[in-house]
T-cell receptor, first 109, second 118 residues
Framework: GQNIDQPTEMTATEGAIVQINCTYQ??????LFWYQQHAGEAPTFLSY??LDGLEEKGRFSSFLSRSKGYSYLLLKELQMKDSASYLC??????????WGAGTKLIIKP | GAVVSQHPSRVICKSGTSVKIECRSL??????MFWYRQFPKQSLMLMAT?????????EQGVEKDKFLINHASLTLSTLTVTSAHPEDSSFYIC??????????????FGPGTRLTVL
C-alpha cells in the first residue's frame, strides 16, 4: 500500500529552526509537496520537489531524496504565525496526491 | 496566484436534508477539481475527482449516490450531500488544478465549508 509518515506533533521556540521530516512509500513518484494548514482553514502551498536536493524559498526550505523516500521541510527564524499543521503529499504514478496525516507545529515564545 | 472560492463557508442543516456546496476557480480554468473531507485532527481524505464534462471518479468507500458531484463548466464544480446525517458533519474542501507553465499541476484549495448536521 501507499504510505506517508510524518511526526504527529512538534514544538519549537520562536526565532529558532525546526525540521519536519516526511518519509514515503508510494507506487511511483511524480513530485512531493508541502502545504501549510492553519486550524479551520484550507491548506496553502509551500513547496514542490521533484528532483533530489534542496529548494529554498525565504524562511522555508524543502529537501528531497528520492532514493531514500525522504523529504524534510526546514523552517527558519520561527514566528508565532508559523504555528500550524504541515502536510506532506506525494504525487504517485497516477498523478494522484497521497497525503500524510500532517505535523502540528507549536511555536512557543 | 490562482484563487478558488467555496460557498457557503459554513452551513448547519437538519438531518435528512440535502446541502449543496459550490467550488469556483476565479481566475483560471480548472479542468480537474478535487473534493476532500477532513475530520478534526485528521488529514485530508480525497472523496472524488471531477473532470469538466464527465462523471466524477469516486474513491473507494465514498457513496456516489450520497455525494453528488457536478462539474458543469471549467470554473464550477458542486458537491451535494444528499440526505445528510450527523456523521456527515465535517470540513469539506475543494481544490482545482491548473496547468502551470513549469509543467507540474499544483492544486489550489478553496477556503473550505464547515458542515454541521443536527
Amino acid at each position: 500500500g501507499q504510505n506517508i509518515d510524518q511526526p504527529t506533533e512538534m514544538t519549537a521556540t520562536e526565532g529558532a529552526i525546526v525540521q519536519i521530516n516526511c518519509t514515503y512509500q508510494t507506487s511511483g513518484f511524480n513530485g512531493l509537496f508541502w502545504y501549510q494548514q492553519h486550524a479551520g482553514e484550507a491548506p496553502t502551498f509551500l513547496s514542490y520537489n521533484v528532483l533530489d536536493g534542496l529548494e529554498e524559498k525565504g524562511r522555508f526550505s524543502s529537501f528531497l531524496s528520492r532514493s531514500k523516500g525522504y523529504s524534510y521541510l526546514l523552517l527558519k527564524e520561527l514566528q508565532m504565525k508559523d504555528s500550524a499543521s504541515y502536510l506532506c503529499a506525494v504525487k504517485d504514478s497516477n498523478y494522484q496526491l497521497i497525503w500524510g496525516a500532517g505535523t502540528k507545529l507549536i511555536i512557543k515564545p | 496566484g490562482a484563487v478558488v472560492s467555496q460557498h457557503p463557508s459554513r452551513v448547519i442543516c437538519k438531518s435528512g436534508t440535502s446541502v449543496k456546496i459550490e467550488c469556483r476557480s476565479l481566475d483560471f480554468q480548472a479542468t480537474t477539481m478535487f473534493w476532500y473531507r477532513q475530520f478534526p485532527k485528521q488529514s485530508l481524505m480525497l472523496m472524488a475527482t471531477s473532470n469538466e464534462g464527465s462523471k466524477a471518479t469516486y474513491e473507494q468507500g465514498v457513496e456516489k449516490d450520497k455525494f453528488l458531484i457536478n462539474h458543469a463548466s471549467l470554473t464550477l464544480s458542486t458537491l451535494t450531500v444528499t440526505s445528510a446525517h450527523p456523521e456527515d458533519s465535517s470540513f469539506y474542501i475543494c481544490s482545482a488544478r491548473d496547468q502551470l507553465p513549469s509543467g507540474y499541476n499544483e492544486q489550489f484549495f478553496g477556503p473550505g465549508t464547515r458542515l454541521t448536521v443536527l
